[in-house]
């Protein structure tokens, strides 16, 4: 610590100025016994101030020191009243020198043009995207807002009314139900319910009960195996078939033909042009059973499946093929133009398809007999299936005049059918082929055209 100073020099106690040292007349030295220690520090009652607190202060007696802002001194008094949560004003920039500089507004206009720009920029690379997202949140410019399908039961007897009319909407991969009235029916095998078994003629419960089991497995089979929708061989279906059924059948996915046509038996798509979406396949119809008299039992079946696809690798080239020389083409309702389609085919894989690529729907309605002969009576292996009169198929929305085993549906995005659209060749009456009421057409296979699919 700095020793204390007297600010001016004063004369030794016991001798006057100008006098001689009272040691050299032989008096004792005031200060022999004087030891600077701490003590002797503390103990001084007048501080000498520091050179820079001199020089200071005769500064600022004649220039009062500026004060930058932003910092507060103990003797500048209470904060001023009105400051919320106690926060203190920005301080005031001042350059080196302590003068007061001028505040400037932060500068917020170009970042905010940067990032609209980029925004702008990704909206235009992916325009389906935008639009399919748009129209997933408002709905179809136009339209009324999408009401939800009720559910519907299994058919337990003929309907008396065609299904309700819903939202016209076009199906895409993450929506493969829209605008169809088959959103609500059953899925699969919940729509395949068999009746009470009773005794029928020689035949006893239990062994109509097995029957009846034996046709819906044989529905499932042909009608929602994923291996044969994908166009596998069916060959659950045709054992449970009997011989002569069987080898017709087989005869037909040998060299399938107009007059035989594996898809009088079984559901198939040709994975190049056409892959269901998903695992689900809906499903509306009943099974009844009766007796024959003394020739056994019959089983009726009449159901409607409805299957959603998308398109398959070739799709495209397939739609831009010329339909074969004086075969007229189906015709469909238009979709609604809520954009363009998502373009696959050619350029997309089968296996890298977007969600809200364009699908579509293939109705198929079948209505079979089958019959149990008496095997005390006919030479026939009892549980064997063998089709009975009365049967039929007919399916909407699958090319006309193609006899090569499978269904061909058509894509919007690769329709030329569609209004304005050249070729467009319509024939036949326009059919609802969700309206179950009526029986099935045994018409000459006329192509007609659909209300909806």
Request: with cysteine; proline share 12%.
């Amino acid at each position: 610590m700095p020793i204390a100073e007297d600010p001016e020099p004063r004369p030794a106690e016991g001798r006057e100025p100008g006098g001689s040292d009272p040691s050299e007349a032989g008096g004792k030295d005031p200060f022999a016994d004087l030891v600077l220690d701490e003590d002797f520090v503390r103990g001084a009652t007048v501080r000498e101030q520091s050179g820079r607190t001199r020089m200071l202060a005769a500064r600022w007696k004649h220039t009062p020191p500026v004060d930058p802002g932003g910092r507060r001194s103990v003797n500048d008094g209470p904060a001023k009243a009105g400051r919320r949560f106690g926060r203190k004003p920005k301080a005031q920039p001042v350059d080196p020198w302590g003068n007061p500089r001028p505040r400037r507004r932060p500068e917020w206009r170009a970042p905010l043009y940067v990032a609209l720009s980029i925004a702008v920029l990704l909206a235009a690379l992916n325009i389906d995207g935008l639009r399919s997202w748009y129209t997933g949140r408002h709905g179809d410019s136009g339209s009324a807002a999408h009401t939800p399908v009720p559910t519907v039961a299994p058919e337990t007897a003929k309907p008396t009314t065609a299904p309700p009319k819903v939202d016209d909407q076009q199906p895409t991969v993450d929506h493969p139900w829209a605008g169809s009235p088959a959103e609500g029916w059953p899925n699969g095998t919940e729509a395949l319910i068999l009746p009470d078994a009773r005794p029928i003629g020689v035949f006893s419960t239990d062994q109509v009960a097995a029957q009846l089991q034996s046709v819906k497995n044989y529905l499932v089979a042909a009608n929602l195996d994923p291996k044969v929708l994908a166009g596998g061989r069916p060959d659950a279906a045709l054992a449970l078939l009997d011989r002569e059924e069987r080898d017709r059948a087989t005869k037909a996915l040998t060299n399938p033909s107009k007059d035989n046509d594996p898809t009088s038996w079984f559901s198939r798509f040709d994975q190049r042009e056409a892959i269901l979406v998903g695992d689900v396949v809906k499903v509306q119809g009943r099974i009844t059973v009766e007796g024959d008299g003394d020739k056994g039992v019959l089983v009726h079946t009449d159901f409607s499946y409805v299957y959603p696809l998308r398109p398959g690798p070739d799709a495209a080239k397939r739609a831009a093929s010329p339909p074969p020389a004086g075969v007229p083409q189906p015709t469909r309702p238009a979709a609604p133009q809520d954009g363009t389609a998502k373009p696959v085919g050619l350029l997309v894989p089968a296996d890298d398809v977007a969600g809200d690529t364009w699908t579509t729907r293939t109705i198929v309605r079948r209505v079979d007999t089958f019959r149990f002969y008496d095997p005390a009576r006919y030479q026939v292996d009892p549980k064997r299936l063998v089709f009975g009169e009365g049967g039929g198929s007919d399916s909407a929305n699958s090319a006309c005049g193609v006899y090569d085993g499978y269904y061909h549906p058509q894509f919007d995005q690769f329709a030329t059918d569609l209004p304005g659209a050249p070729g467009a060749r319509p024939t036949g009456p326009a059919t609802d082929p969700y309206d179950r009421r009526k029986d099935l057409s045994t018409g000459g296979g006329e192509c007609g055209s659909v209300s909806r699919y």
